[in-house]
């Protein structure tokens, strides 16, 4: 069965960077794609990007300029860098999978996610 | 970014209601729409993928219907599990986008 856990600082100043963690389990981060997607309180799912099985990655549009995704296969752990934080990036952080169809072919629904970490923007 | 269009935002029913949530794309986006529940402090839940296929181990009564511009879930027998906030999710189109959630609540 396979597990993600984020992990992370739960508090980052503002103007400075975010970096979090997800762990994966039972199964190798190398064959699949992940995502990050984050929600603020209350409120609705933003996805943030995409690092596929290659290590390339795909960012959204509206963060592009401050996000940062790597992998470490030897430790099967994603990584999460988001830059020049502000109060508005203070939202539950998730690292999530796309998932495969029976015939093996990726998509880029999710139906494997971690429990989210709270990440507070605040000096 | 396609804007997806939940409606209701939120809705009030009671145990055994048949219920339908309903999702509207500002572009078409083909059969590429999820639909996920979350329940407080948990994450979301593929229910629904590819507009109509039930994710395994979903429970039946949860069924997904639409092409193009507009979809809907529905719940054809209320449970207490069930009541909860729902997303819609687009995948067609680059980058993936939800909707901004329906509350089911307990009337």
């Known amino acids: ?123 | 970014a396609i804007q997806l269009t939940q409606s209701p935002s939120s809705l009030s029913a009671s145990v055994g209601d048949r219920v339908t949530i309903t999702c509207r794309a500002s572009q078409g986006v083909s059969s590429a729409l999820a639909w996920y529940q979350q329940k407080p402090g948990k994450p979301p839940k593929l229910l629904i993928h590819d507009a109509s296929s039930l994710e395994s181990g979903v429970p039946s009564r949860f069924s997904g219907s639409g092409s193009g511009t507009d979809f809907t879930l529905t719940i054809s027998s209320l449970q207490p599990e069930d009541f909860a906030t729902y997303y819609c999710q687009q995948f067609n189109n680059y980058p993936q986008t939800f909707g901004q959630g329906t509350k089911l609540e307990i009337k």
């Open chain 1, 1 to 123: 069965q396979v597990q993600l856990q984020e992990s992370g600082p739960g508090l980052v100043k503002p103007s400075e960077t975010l970096s979090l963690t997800c762990t994966v389990s039972g199964g190798s981060i190398s064959n699949h794609y992940w995502n990050w997607i984050r929600q603020p309180a209350g409120k609705g799912l933003e996805w943030i990007g995409r690092i596929y099985a290659s290590g390339s990655t795909g960012y959204n549009p509206s963060l592009k300029s401050r996000v940062t995704m790597s992998r470490d296969t030897s430790k099967n752990q994603l990584s999460l860098r988001l830059s020049s934080v502000t109060a508005a990036d203070t939202a539950v952080y998730y690292c999530a999978r796309d998932a495969i169809t029976v015939f093996g072919v990726v998509t880029y629904y999710f139906d494997y996610w971690g429990q989210g970490t709270l990440v507070t923007v605040s000096s």
